[in-house]
């Protein structure tokens, strides 16, 4: 779910590999709850949660059922290659103990094309998308048909320093705000902007929001699979990298631009050369954290602001980077039914907000955006909601990790990225990864 828990490099493991090591175990396995009388045992996957959330809604929505099922938490791991690496080996080797699994929205057209997830009905799918954001909705579907509830919605925000701004005379609200403005008046004013450029999913996400923003796209003809086309090698791909590169060779960039993650670039930010930052909206209530626990001064807060993701042109919308989780439920589960009836506890409005007060995470119910207690600890509530709602999603592939990979690698560091070559060499590198002529 990219975002507060996503913080590592995403593997281009072949699939047939993870399946080839997960049937040499799929004998041992066996199946879990509803063998005899009382609550049916329902294991639900998810992302580590620090603060107890899951477990939380789960009891909830385990005493709602009135002992029809008993929902189970287990931890999937930390990184995002680590989660989607233990999904799929438990999926290929047809687990039935797996009911209900948090999917990053990249992870669903693997996992729906090889025929592991549950396809919801029309009926079910009218009822799961009830209030639901359109690029979430987006994100859960794989040839027509839904295979995941939209759960979390992330999205990144520009955070600046409203006296960074002024002293600029750059207004980040203005709707022709860019990316080459926000550099200049950083290097104007001797301050930094915050970026994930560690060679990691967020970097990823950073190159996929400039061309996307730019009107392009890494790959089209998705659903063709390995035969997509790749087509970064375009007017997209060479205005992403020339901005990557004029950020990366200027005086805006972070020193640790090349090694920075979420947290590394939000205390850069923090410091006293932060002027702007891109990152996820965890950031405000991390930062009234750091205020509490004296780490970052109340004044920092204060300078504190924000505007929709910046434009690459000033006649084009951006389209904000995507992130969250979608609920999916394994085609293999013996006890469908109560799973399907445990989801739509999750993903109903009462729980939806417990998990956005509680964690600070934005979600895909955009009713929610409407609730006063939600509006007061979320001031930015509206841009939170329209982010989401104009987000562009990362390629939609069951091939994902490997394109994710490889444009890690080959737009890495960013200095050493070039608008006339970096596009055109990564888009062949794609092809030759994605035909097997070529390893990461």
Known sequence: MLGRYDTRSVPGMRLAAVVAAATLAATALTACGGSGSGATTL??????DSTGTFDKIAAACSEQSGGRYKLVI????????????????????????????????????????????????????????????????????????????????????????????????????????????????AVRTGKTIGEQGERYEGYMVWVNALVISAGGSVLTDNERGRDATVSLDSDAGREA?????????????????????????????????????????????????????????????????????????????????????????????????????????????????ERIMAVGDPVANGTIYDDPEVRAKFPMADLMRESINGAGPRPVTPYYGDVSAAIQRDWHPQTAVDPNSTPKRTAQLIGDVLHDRRLL
């Open 241 to 353: 990298a020339r901005i990557i590169r004029k950020l990366a060779t200027s005086k805006a960039a972070d020193p640790a631009l090349s090694t920075s993650g979420e947290e590394e670039s939000r205390a850069s930010f923090d410091g006293p050369n932060g002027g702007f930052l891109l990152n996820w909206p965890y950031v405000y209530a991390a930062i009234q954290s750091n205020v509490k626990d004296g780490s970052v001064p109340q004044s920092v807060l204060d300078d504190v602001a924000w505007a929709r993701y910046p434009r690459v042109a000033a006649d084009k919308p951006s389209q904000p980077p995507l992130g969250g989780t979608n609920l999916a439920i394994s085609k293999f589960s013996q006890h469908k039914a109560a799973t399907l009836e445990a989801l739509r506890c999750i993903i109903s409005p009462k729980m939806v907000k």
């Open 43 to 48: 294991n639900w996957y998810t992302q580590p």
């Open 74 to 185: 287990s931890v999937l791991p930390t990184t995002a290659d680590g989660q989607r690496e233990q999904i799929v080996r438990r999926l290929a080797a047809s687990d039935p103990t797996v009911d209900l699994i948090n999917v990053d929205p990249p992870y669903n057209p693997e996992l729906a094309n090889a025929g592991w997830l549950y396809e919801f009905s029309d009926s079910e799918r009218a009822q799961i998308l009830d209030g639901v954001l359109e690029s979430p909705t987006r994100s859960a579907v794989w040839k027509g048909k839904l295979v995941g509830a939209p759960y979390s919605a992330n999205t990144q925000l520009l955070w600046y320093r409203k006296s960074v701004t002024q002293q600029a005379g750059v207004d980040p609200t203005a709707p022709d705000f860019t990316w080459d403005t926000m550099i200049d008046a």
